[in-house]
Structure formats: C-alpha cells, structure tokens
C-alpha cells in the first residue's frame, strides 16, 4: 500500500506508491510534489535487473513477493529473486528521538540495502547457484530536475554521489479539481532545492549507462551488519511561509525560512553532520521505535500508529522569522493535510495527544500563534478564536469560510487547561490570562435563553454533517463542551488571580448540567440536539434558511456527546455528565452508528464516517473503564482500502462523502499508549503532583509511560502488568500511584510513606 515518510518540521517527504510504480518526492512536501522514477534493487548473475515497484523502467523486471514492514520511524522494503536464491531489502529512516530538535529537524534519511540468501522461494526451481556477490543499485528520474552521478570529494575522502537540483513551488495545489484549492492569493512562487544522496561505502562505483550508483555486496545471512548505507538529504535556504506574526490585517508579512537553516546554512553542513552522528542519531530513534514496538497494541492499532505518526510530521512547519526581537522567533504550524490551513484549531485539539505525550513546547507555540487571531465580540465584550491561521504558504488569517466561535473558544480553553496541568507549566495560563477571560465571557454570553445550551456561535468542524449536527441550535456536544471548557476555565482563572469570573464558571457549571442531563436525555442516549425546530436556523455555508421545519436526526444516536471531556480525565478531572448514563450513550452510539470502517456522525448518517473521532471516542471509553469502544480493524481496513490499487489517501479520515487526505489528525492514535495504562497526570494538584495507572490485568503487557519521560537522560518508566496481574512501574521518575493496589502500596508509589 502507499506510504508516507517525514521529516519533522522540515516538509521533507517520500510518497511511496507501489501501485503507480513511483514515489512522489520534494523538499516541501504533499501536494508540493513531483512523481520521481526510484529504480532501486540488484542485479541477477544472468545480468537482470530486478526492482521495487517504484519504477517504470521498462528493462527490468520486478522483484518477486515484494512486501513491506512499517515501524514508527522506518519502512522496509522487501522483495526476492526466485530464479537465483536471493533476498533484497531496503530500508528507509527517518530518525525522531522526542525533544532533541537537532537530531528531528535534520532533513535528512538513511538508506540501507541488503542482499542475503533465500534457498526456498514458493515452490520456484532455481535456475542457477546463489551467488556469492550481488551488485546492487539506485537511480532516480524526475521531471523539471537536474540530475548528475559523480563524485565528491578526493582520495580516501571520495564519496559516490547522486546531485539533484530543482525548484518547487511554495503553493499547494490538488492533483484534481476542488473547491478547496489554495486561495487565489497564492502565486506560483519557487524555492531553490539542493539534495544529494551519498554512499558511505567507498566501494561504491558510479553506474555511468544509468545516471545512477552501484555498489557490490557479497551475499550474506542475515544479522551480519553489512550493507549498503547511504544518505539522501535536502536544504532550502528560501523562506517557505509568509508570516503576518501580529494581528491579521496589521501590518504586512514578513519571510519565515526554515528553522533548519539556523543550524545548517547549506546542503554540504547538512550531510557533514548526517555522517557524523548517523550511529548515534539511529541508535536513539530505533530506541524510541522499540518502546513502542513492545507496547501491548493490535496489529491495526500499530499500523495506525506508524502511519498516522507520518502523515502528521509531513505536514509539520517549524520555521522562523524576524518578529522584531533580538534574534529570530520560532513558528510551528500544522497543515491540515488537503485542506493546507495552518494549526487548525479543531483539529490540534485532537493532535494534542502527540504533544502531550512527545513534545509540549510544540504546543505551548501554539498557543501564543492562535491568542494573534482572536476576534472582538461587542455584545459578550468578549472574543472568540479563529478556525485557522491562514492557507497554503500564507499565515495572514483564518481562511475558512466562516466562524465556529464555541467550539474553537472551547477546544482552547481544554487544551491551555490540559497542557497547564500535565506538564506543570504556567506560564501560557499566566500570559494568556486576558484572552482566557475573554474566552469566558462570550461562552457565557452564547446561552442567550439560559437553557444551559449556546443558541449563538455554534457552527461547528463536523462540515459534512447534517445541520442538526453541524449548525442546528442547542447542539447537546457543544453545550456539553461548553461546561467542560468552562470548568477548565474556572481552575486557569483561579491560578490567574480572577475569582470572581471563576466562581462564576462554577456556578454555571453546576446550573447548566442539571439543565443538559433534563433536556437531553432520551432513555437511553443524548439527542444531538434538543431544540428540533429549523426555524431561524440559517445554513453556515450559504447564509439562507433551511428549507424545511424539522431538523432530520436531532433525536439521533450521536459520538460526539463526550468530546469534550478526554482531556479533562487526563488531567484527572471526573466525568460532568451522569457517569451511568454517560457509559450507555457511548455504548448505544457505537451500536447504532456502527459500519464497515467505524462508526458515523449519528445514526441518521452512518456512512460520514471520521476515523480520529472514532478514536478519540474510544480512548474516552477506555478512561471511562468501558471495555474499548471499537476493534482498531474497522479504522484499518480504510486506510488500507484507501492506499491500494489506484487510491494513494495517506492517512484519510474521512469515507467517501468527504476529503480529508494526508490528514495529521490520524496521530491521535498515540492515545493508545495513553489509555492502556489509564495514565492520569495532574502536576499542579493541590497535594503535589498526582500520577495515576490503572491498566487491564488480565494479561502480561508493558506500557510505555512516554509523557513521564526524561528524554535527555535516556529513562523511560513503563508501567508493567506481570502474568499474575501485578501492575508494577520499571525505571520510575515521578511518583506513581497504582490504582487498585492497596492502600499501603497505593501511598508508598504516591511518595506519601517508605
């Protein structure tokens, strides 16, 4: 199937599409790409050429049983020549160890290749021996590039060379026709890009006939440490992203080139540290694969990790620009796959999983980012935050087409919440102060008939919903996420120093539960919404109202009830809604709802289905103590149906009645790692930092507890369940409680007694 490898922050990517015979390559990314002829693989003693699927060349045949294994940070190829005993692979590595920005940022892969025997291929007969050394080999075609085989370097520091020069354009563009191309703003601006793929074997030899290189290896079992390494790298020295780093409409953008080039200035330093600290940089990132590798996950639950995990770093920017400061300011944004608009905040707020549990800084950039594109609202004297921070290569302003202020003002005040009490963090809660309270004040205002639901402000994400879900009045998830974020708001506003604001948070909590809970519930599920009525109720898209009196599935099964509560659990906050009746929605939903690859919005749309709300909707059952909410294969088996034969979707999050390609919001599935050991985390708990597991006992599993680690120091504590249930904690930094251990036990992991 297709499959996508990435650099973090650099848009450094690899397209691999096996059934199109190619692999879509640039220096910045999908849909800034090329198709690129990758003709890779070794030569038989009778002179064929026997080659990967990722070439059209039409004087070589393909490699037989071609195969490939994923891991987080890695993919190898595999493929056999049946006619001599032959097994070749390649394997490509894009190396990421959390928090070390010098090893991530590097936009650089290594490649390897292999040869070793296969004495039983199928049933095939052999035409001759194995051979004792193969020659093996690589060359590259693509359009609009210059490129030379030749050497660098002299004597003994000669180095085998493939040189690429070209120019990519900064501005997205669909491969086919859509309404959601990048905005007419955009130009066909290009950067210069320099790569370079480089042998370090000093065997290695030109391939003259071919433009490429080859290298002889003899043939040998496997596990004997030789190969081919190689090193392909890349460097624009350009800005990328045109930055407005004030408010949108203030004043004009300034150029952000990459962070890279702070420590980089050229394609040469690039590759200089890449052999430098190759054994090093690989020997972490391989450390970081097998955490995960040996965590208790399904098949399916692993390959929606490794895929989603690069669908997410291919559409990561880290840049910098001159915002006016001694020296430059760092910009991290998140494209949000086919649609390009930049750290969506909707969608970051799922994403968050990742940088809860690898990196938070990369969070708390954001938040400075998206407090720029706050809107002033008269009638609340409040405001509300933008969808997005602009489109395609233009950070200048949400670029949506229209507002969903409950939602977005909601997602911020959970996330700033969250972030605040796992990692300990104050300083975005006191730096922001105002804009939460501004938050607060037009969340309040929104419940303009002190129904306990928002009736203003509630166009929300779900865009290819139906109106009761998407638009219609006294939705039961934004009013339920509503309560949420104002219950996260009232603990910043307390630590902030605004009590009364708080106390009034509270107090609106407390009245507008009860309202939801009497409203709301049908029996035995949430109504998505409870206002049925279409009057007044105008189409978010085309401003007109809707054209009949009844809003169709407003009495319906829906996932989305408790969205706004898995960060508040994380950080150790109870259920809001009734826990007993909580439970049975989640549970009827998924019955209700439940299709071939997850389950729908509702019941009354069963086939718009979102794969990472699926997810996001079972680690909550997993919090909640449920059994999980789906089997991990339904999500699986569209990611696979969506990447074979003339499909190449990269993670899609969406089936068919929607578009959400190389989509970065699939990464909450690191929240596997998460809700398998019930890890809570609440750093500033009035006794002291309260951590929590509480994992399944019914089988051996070691759970790798990644937001507790101290990355630099190389300790990682796992939370371990042993074949007798015993639930114990390897290489413990924090103090941890043990939920269900017995008191003594449970005191002595909190740090309290021994």
């Given at each position: 199937?297709?499959?996508?490898?990435?650099?973090?922050?650099?848009?450094?990517?690899?397209?691999?599409?096996?059934?199109?015979?190619?692999?879509?390559?640039?220096?910045?990314?999908?849909?800034?790409?090329?198709?690129?002829?990758?003709?890779?693989?070794?030569?038989?003693?009778?002179?064929?050429?026997?080659?990967?699927?990722?070439?059209?060349?039409?004087?070589?045949?393909?490699?037989?049983?071609?195969?490939?294994?994923?891991?987080?940070?890695?993919?190898?190829?595999?493929?056999?020549?049946?006619?001599?005993?032959?097994?070749?692979?390649?394997?490509?590595?894009?190396?990421?160890?959390?928090?070390?920005?010098?090893?991530?940022?590097?936009?650089?892969?290594?490649?390897e290749m292999r040869v070793n025997p296969a004495p039983k291929v199928r049933w095939h007969k052999p035409a001759g021996?194995?051979?004792?050394?193969?020659?093996?080999?690589?060359?590259?075609?693509?359009?609009?590039?210059?490129?030379?085989?030749?050497?660098?370097?002299?004597?003994?520091?000669?180095?085998?060379?493939?040189?690429?020069?070209?120019?990519?354009?900064?501005?997205?563009?669909?491969?086919?026709?859509?309404?959601?191309?990048?905005?007419?703003?955009?130009?066909?601006?290009?950067?210069?890009v320099h790569e370079r793929i480089v042998s370090l074997n000093p065997e290695c030899e030109l391939w003259d006939d071919e433009n490429g290189l080859t290298c002889e290896l003899p043939v040998t079992e496997g596990g004997s440490g030789i190969k081919w390494r190689l090193v392909w790298a890349t460097h624009v020295a350009e800005p990328v992203l045109d930055i407005n780093p004030g408010k949108p409409g203030d004043g004009e953008t300034v150029p952000a080139p990459?962070?890279?080039?702070s420590y980089w200035a050229n394609l040469d330093e690039v590759l200089e540290e890449a052999f430098a600290t190759r054994d090093d940089h690989l020997a972490l990132s391989r450390r970081f694969e097998k955490l995960i590798e040996q965590a208790p996950l399904t098949?399916?639950?692993?390959?929606?990790?490794?895929?989603?995990?690069?669908?997410?770093?291919?559409?990561?920017?880290?840049?910098?620009?001159?915002?006016?400061?001694?020296?430059?300011?760092?910009?991290f944004s998140v494209w949000e796959g086919s649609c390009f608009y930049h750290s969506t905040l909707d969608v970051e707020y799922n994403v968050s999983l990742v940088y809860l549990s690898l990196w938070p800084q990369l969070l708390a950039l954001q938040f400075d980012q998206w407090s720029n594109h706050g809107?002033?609202?008269?009638?609340?004297?409040?405001?509300?935050?933008?969808?997005?921070?602009?489109?395609?290569?233009?950070?200048t302003g949400q670029a949506y087409p229209h507002h969903m202020p409950v939602e977005e003002n909601a997602n911020y005040l959970l996330l700033l919440h969250a972030y605040t009490h796992w990692t300990g963090d104050r300083t975005p809660a006191h730096k922001h102060k105002a804009l939460v309270a501004d938050l607060v004040r037009y969340l309040l205002w929104t419940d303009r008939d002190q129904s306990g639901f928002p009736s203003e402000g509630v166009a929300n994400t779900i865009d290819d919903a139906s109106p009761a879900v998407q638009f219609g009045n006294k939705q039961t998830y934004l009013a339920v996420k509503r309560v949420a974020a104002l219950r996260s708001a009232a603990a910043l506003l307390t630590m902030t120093g605004d009590e009364d604001l708080a106390l009034h948070c509270e107090d609106t909590v407390k009245t507008d539960l009860r309202k939801i809970e009497a409203a709301a519930w049908l029996g035995d599920h949430y109504a998505v919404c409870v206002d049925a009525s279409a009057a007044g109720v105008t189409d978010a898209w085309t401003g007109k109202p809707l054209p009949y009196d009844t809003l169709p599935g407003w009495d319906g099964y829906s996932i989305y009830t408790a969205n706004g509560q898995l960060l508040p659990m994380l950080v150790g906050a109870p259920p809001l809604l009734d826990e007993d009746r909580l439970k049975k929605d989640l549970v009827n939903a998924i019955r209700e709802n439940l299709t071939r690859y997850g389950c729908g919005h509702t019941s009354s749309e069963v086939e718009n289905v979102w794969v990472s709300q699926n997810i996001w909707r079972d680690h909550l059952t997993r919090y909640l103590g449920l059994a999980s909410g789906l089997p991990s294969s339904h999500y699986w088996d569209m990611q696979v149906m969506s990447n074979t034969?003339?499909?190449?979707?990269?993670?899609?999050?969406?089936?068919?009645?929607?578009?959400?390609?190389?989509?970065?919001?699939?990464?909450?599935?690191?929240?596997?790692?998460?809700?398998?050991?019930?890890?809570v985390i609440d750093r500033l708990s009035p006794g002291?930092?309260?951590?929590?597991?509480?994992?399944?006992?019914?089988?051996?599993?070691?759970?790798?507890?990644?937001?507790?680690?101290?990355?630099?120091?190389?300790?990682?504590p796992v939370c371990v369940v042993d074949d007798q249930g015993n639930v114990t904690i390897e290489g413990k930094i924090d103090p941890i409680v043990i939920q269900g251990a017995d008191a003594d036990s449970a005191a002595a992991n909190a740090g309290l007694i021994g």
């Open positions: 199937m297709s499959w996508t490898i990435a650099r973090l922050g650099s848009r450094f990517t690899l397209l691999f599409e096996p059934y199109q015979q190619r692999v879509m390559h640039s220096a910045l990314g999908r849909f800034l790409d090329q198709p690129l002829d990758l003709m890779v693989g070794m030569i038989e003693p009778d002179g064929t050429r026997r080659v990967l699927p990722f070439t059209q060349e039409p004087n070589a045949s393909p490699l037989h049983n071609a195969e490939q294994f994923e891991r987080p940070n890695s993919i190898t190829y595999r493929g056999y020549s049946e006619t001599y005993g032959l097994r070749f692979e390649f394997n490509v590595h894009s190396v990421f160890y959390p928090q070390d920005e010098r090893l991530c940022l590097m936009p650089a892969f290594y490649l021996p194995t051979p004792d050394k193969v020659k093996l080999f690589i060359r590259l075609r693509r359009p609009d590039t210059e490129i030379n085989a030749c050497y660098h370097g002299e004597g003994d520091a000669r180095q085998s060379c493939i040189d690429l020069a070209y120019r990519n354009r900064v501005s997205p563009k669909h491969p086919f026709p859509t309404d959601l191309d990048s905005p007419a703003h955009e130009s066909d601006r290009e950067v210069q990459f962070r890279y080039n098949p399916a639950q692993y390959h929606l990790l490794a895929q989603s995990f690069h669908s997410w770093l291919a559409n990561t920017f880290w840049c910098q620009y001159d915002g006016g400061a001694p020296k430059p300011e760092d910009w809107h002033a609202h008269e009638k609340s004297g409040g405001r509300f935050l933008s969808h997005d921070l602009g489109q395609g290569a233009h950070i034969h003339n499909q190449s979707l990269g993670f899609v999050d969406t089936y068919i009645n929607n578009y959400l390609c190389h989509y970065p919001r699939g990464i909450v599935s690191i929240g596997y790692l998460l809700a398998g050991p019930r890890l002291g930092a309260y951590i929590t597991v509480d994992p399944d006992r019914g089988r051996p599993q070691r759970w790798p507890l990644l937001a507790l680690a101290d990355w630099k120091a190389g300790k990682i």
